[in-house]
């Protein structure tokens, strides 16, 4: 039997990326990379010179079996996705079940997480948070924006920058013009901004200044 790792990999600064990741992309068979571009680029920063193959959203159901294959037969393999950790709104879940359907061994580096340093800063309670990534797109948003409005926990939204402001609209209609909020960008990168206030005040300053970078919303509970 092979094993598969999961290997965080930074969500900006290359310097976050672990000692460990490091030996573990140098030593296995292959990588199964998101987007091999991207991953090529950080392996080759690294001096990595394992082999790439695309693992990503659109064609990870048709590799799985095959992928489980290649590890009963003794492979290592190590998934990554462009940035952070694999499974977290990014490839990973459906190979990491289907190992452990198998019995294949599969073990998660611990590493970078986009959601987690923009839930400590963001000043609001952290002791009892829900995690809910990405809203649905068109089908089931309301009904999910519904069920958050009753959330007591402290909720951790990802969000694009050309949805941003759509998003922080219906905060206001759902959960309140005065909710208290806070919106990370381009965390670990040159232009990393985070803005807190009320929904109202936080929708205010992004209207007024466009939307640039990747963004975590994480909203207070309901009192």
Do not use: W
């Not at 296995?28 to 392996?43: C, F, I, N, P, Y």
């Not at 809203?135 to 926990?153: F, Y």
Request: hydrophobic share 40%; glycine share 6%; with cysteine.
């Amino acid at each position: 039997m092979g094993k598969l790792y999961l290997v965080p990999t930074p969500i900006g600064n290359l310097e976050d990326i672990t000692l460990r990741a490091i030996k573990v992309l140098k030593e296995v068979d292959l990588v199964l990379a998101e987007d091999t571009r991207t991953s090529g680029k950080l392996l080759k920063h690294f001096e990595i010179a394992t082999p790439l193959q695309s693992h990503h959203m659109h064609n990870e159901h048709k590799q799985v079996d095959a992928l489980v294959q290649k590890l009963k037969s003794g492979a290592t393999l190590a998934l990554i996705s462009d940035a952070g950790t694999p499974a977290i709104s990014d490839p990973g879940f459906l190979l990491t079940r289907a190992c452990v359907e198998n019995h294949i061994e599969v073990e998660c580096l611990p590493g970078a997480t986009a959601f987690v340093p923009a839930l400590v800063n963001s000043g609001l309670p952290n002791d009892r948070f829900v995690f809910e990534g990405f809203l649905p797109i068109k089908k089931g948003r309301q009904t999910r924006m519904q069920q958050m409005a009753e959330e007591s926990r402290t909720m951790v939204f990802y969000e694009s920058p050309h949805k941003l402001i759509k998003t922080l609209t219906q905060f206001v209609d759902y959960f309140g013009a005065d909710r208290p909020i806070s919106v990370s960008r381009e965390l670990t990168k040159l232009y990393e901004e985070t803005v807190r206030g009320t929904v109202a005040e936080v929708l205010s300053h992004f209207t007024e200044k466009p939307p640039k970078g990747e963004f975590v919303i994480v909203v207070g509970g309901k009192k």
